[in-house]
């Protein structure tokens, strides 16, 4: 009776439930629009999405997304339907999106915008998207300091130094970064797209000596700044000038103007910055696309852009804006329409990601000092060449389908030959209901381990570039194995991160265990104090992430403000070394992050199997009259190995693929020279053309030396070699 | 070969004092055990000698060099661990050369000495196993073994044998009582069994508690002990003790009719052997049959003695029952201080 009740009301509030769905439909729109914005531009939006709701009474929700996740988020989701109705993003994504379905063509739009920004956004004829703001390099300085900012380099260079010593610095900008280098390439009349790129140009060579110069022979700018680095210098009163954009503006603790870029004294042209055009656009798959176009017109024009000027402090694309004054605080906006007119549209070519690569190679190297501009230019070309070379032929996949499925059939018949014997088949029978209970395991690892491991291999087998994928058979394994595009001798080449890698592996693995087992050693002595604590201190490096370490440990290395310098310094003037200039001491400082990282592992392992030692054998050979370096090596240390040696494979492996550190720490500088296989692998998925079948080969070839160490181990462990 | 001294010697853990002021002489070639109950200090008195643990007052002399801090590996003394202590990731040959190889010596001496060994205790054919392959009363004989190979001044072992079986106890302990005669080195032996004791020793030590009650051959011990902490340690079963009033008249137990003639005067605890018993008609003493426990050739009679429980040993075949009620006669007496639990000495010319 009660039963029957309950489901009546059950069902009565499912019907009310749907009544309620229903009646949300006749509700109007509300748009969803991705970002990657933050504070005062994130604050625009939502004011503008305010204003907008009372005009129209649309609902428009702006979601913010982190802007290192942005694109790959939005590459992904768009295309699957999972997409919001608006986008916000620059020009020279626009190509890619377009491509992949992430966004449509332009509505309706009267607005004017200034020169260049609507034809930014266009593709094929085609526009795409609203204009939203510029984005560029000026001259950002601190009117309190500099009243007469210079219009040339050489009065630049002479004010910077003027304002240099005591801590304080000229000019505070990224010097090795291919962003920031682009002003002066173009000041030297060098170019890095079109047609007919050269790294090893006259001018491009020119450029390189000058960004050396002002980077670093005129001591006028911090080492290795971080815009972090350059925030608080600025904010200190320390940085005169500063080379970003309007985002650096954003958010000082004082104030701060800026002009457009100087022209380059020794050519007479101006130092042109490349140009960013945000827009607005229509996400392919939109649930509300003419609401989404009117809403997007709205927010790019006049109202809107008043709004986003106003409040996000953006320098808006739309002319109709409301005029700015002649302030301190419209300083900074000004400039970069101004710098905006001149600017150089940044190319949306599809070499330019390698072009950009051989470059920042070439820039570091200069500004380390590792060689002249000639030489890098030189390099920068070549590496350039090869990282443009087009993909390996398209090779016939018959040959190789045939030969995988003869090896899984007879992979499968190997699996099924016991069958034969009638006793295995009784006792399968036997086991039935232990197969059912093992089966949702297998279903998870073939799923979770067998299916991923299958298809990543796969991959190694095509190359992929602009987009598209071939089949290229064993090329990639080929080209790396062969070490066809680099001498072996090069960072680049695979042997080189081989080697590299195993001396990392061995040097770690080696530093863990003797740290580890020291420390385990001692904690065991009776004279020790508060074991306990030292022994949860000693654990922390361990539970803390490793990535968080990583980055402690990264700024603890910087060559002007990093604690170790200063330590080093012995309480007088902090030591000056530059721990990412050369392999040794790059790679060093990757050690000692992971040793920290490393050796508590190692700690904890020997402190439980030295539980399991009985103290009277160490006693017995005390009586013996052994010393405790014998008694160690002939009685510890025998009775520790049985149990310290999984840990020692599962912690080499660890390191062996231990991507964080050297990503976060080295980043494989300098020259890629500290690189690990995983982290090479990486930068060829991700930061060199997007070579994924380039990059699954190295994963398999990882996969492969990982393979044979595991088995040498077993072996070796099994004859009691170790 | 040399002797050992303790002059005064303490050991305090922090506040906990295990012993408290040992003074003592072994000589040359004695063989003294170590005997008290659980916790009395005996295994720690053990590890003072060797050097694992430091002193923390007194004097530890052996032969004529003082060792108080000496390093363990410098005393020259061999220690067999209750738990062996076998190296078990070496061999037998290897455990058993582990001293002469840190010491140095050629193989060739080595192999000589390890030989020598292994040949008086049997152990030659299995020079090549591994500890974990060995059995327990094995694995004791190559700990010996071990420390024999070292030619030390002193032995220390610490219950060596509790580890095995009954049988393969006393076997042992005859092998020990062979191996003393043989090697004539000083051996410190501690053990919490008294026949082990009593056995082995050319003189006993008692320890209770972290102090010393009596030292001495294993019949003074037996036949004087010096209070009655030793009187019911050593002798098995343990001594009856009762207490009891001496005047001119003798000795009358508190509660029970009979006087026997004895020296004592006053309050006393009247101690007696239940070996030393005599079941006779003209018995002193009148007591009740409660249990029977039949050994063998011997039986043990658990009576009432008026308000006190006693045990006697009689000779089997007996034609005793539970239930019954015999007489009985006291033969030999101990007769020890109320309050101090000190003996009390017999009367100048008196022997027992
Ligand atoms: N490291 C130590 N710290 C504190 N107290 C200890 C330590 N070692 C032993 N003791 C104490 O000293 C006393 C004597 O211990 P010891 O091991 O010498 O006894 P034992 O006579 O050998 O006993 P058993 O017959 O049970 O082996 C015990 O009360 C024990 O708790
Ligand atoms: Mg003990």
Known sequence: MSRVKSLSVALGLCLAAAGAVHAQDAAPVELKLWHAYRDSEEQALLEAARVYKEQTGVQVTPIGIAFGAYSSKVETAVPRGNGPDLLIGAHDVLSKWQRLGVVEPAGEDSTAYRAGAGAALELEGKRYGYPLAFKTLVLLYNPELIQDPPTDTDALLAAAKAHTGGGSFGLAYEATAAYYFAPWMHGFGAKISGDDVHLDSPELIAALAFARRVGMDEGIVPKSPTSELMGSLFDEGKAAFVISGPWFAAGRKRAIAAIPLPTVSQTGLPALPFLGVEGVFVAGQAKHPGEAAKFAAWLAGPEGAAIRQELGGQAVAAKDAPPLPDTLETSVIRAVLAQAETAILMPTDPQLPNVWEALEDALRKVMRGAATPEEAAKGAEQYRKVLSRPPPEAANPVPYVVIMVLVGLGALVWLCLPLRDPNVRQEIKNKKVDYLWVFPAAVAMLALVVVPFVAGAAVSLFAHSQGEWTFVGFSNFLNIVLSRDWPVTSPLSFYYTLVVTILWTLTNVFLHVSIGMGLALVLREPWIRLRGVWRALLIVPWAVPNYITALIWKMMFHVQYGAINALLGFGGEPAQIDWFSSFSMAFSANLITNTWLGFPFMMVVTLGALQAIPRDLEEAAELDGAGAWFRFRHVTWPLLKPALLPALVIGSVWTFNMFNVIYLVSGGQPDSSTEILISEAYRWAFKRDLRYGYAAAYAVLIFGVLFVYGRAANKLAGKKVL | ?352
């Open chain 2, 1 to 352: 070969m040399a002797g050992l001294t303790m002059r005064g010697l303490h050991k305090r853990y922090g506040e906990t004092h295990v012993l408290k002021g040992i003074d003592l002489e072994v000589d040359n070639g004695e063989y003294l055990v170590l005997v008290g109950p659980s916790g009395c200090g005996k295994s720690t008195l053990l590890r003072c000698l060797a050097g694992l643990e430091e002193i923390s007052e007194g004097d530890l002399l052996i032969g004529e060099r003082r060792v108080n801090d000496v390093l363990p590996g410098k005393r020259n003394v061999a220690m067999v661990f209750q738990s062996y202590a076998l190296y078990p990731h070496l061999t037998v040959r290897q455990n058993m050369g582990f001293a002469l190889k840190i010491a140095k010596r050629p193989t060739a001496e080595i192999d000589a000495a390890v030989d020598k060994v292994a040949e008086q205790l049997e152990l030659v054919p299995l020079l090549d196993r591994l500890p974990g392959q060995l059995s327990g009363g094995q694995r004791q004989r190559v700990a010996m073994g071990r420390a024999i190979v070292r030619q030390p001044d002193v032995f220390l072992f610490d219950e060596p044998l509790s580890n095995l079986d009954a049988s393969l106890r006393s076997h042992m302990r005859v092998e020990l009582k062979r191996l003393h005669r043989r090697l004539e080195t000083t051996i410190v032996h501690v053990t919490h069994d008294q026949v082990e004791a009593l056995t082995l020793a050319t003189r006993i030590m008692v320890l209770n508690l972290g102090v010393v009650q009596q030292v001495g051959p294993p019949r003074e011990l037996f036949n004087r002990p010096a209070n009655t902490f030793v009187a019911q340690f050593i002798g098995s079963p343990s001594m009856n003790i009762l207490p009891a009033q001496g005047d001119e008249k003798g000795i009358v137990v508190d509660g029970v009719d009979g006087a026997i003639e004895h020296h004592a005067r006053g309050p006393i605890e009247l101690g007696v052997r239940p070996t030393d018993f005599e079941v006779t008609d003209d018995g002193v003493w009148s007591a009740n049959v409660d249990v029977i426990e039949r050994l063998g050739a011997e039986a043990l009679l658990h009576l009432e003695l008026g308000p006190h429980k006693i045990s006697v040993m009689v000779n089997e075949p007996t034609p005793i029952e539970m239930g019954q009620t015999i007489r009985l006669q006291p033969r030999v007496l101990h007769a020890f201080n109320r309050d101090t639990g000190v003996r009390i000495p017999e009367p100048a010319g008196a022997t027992s």
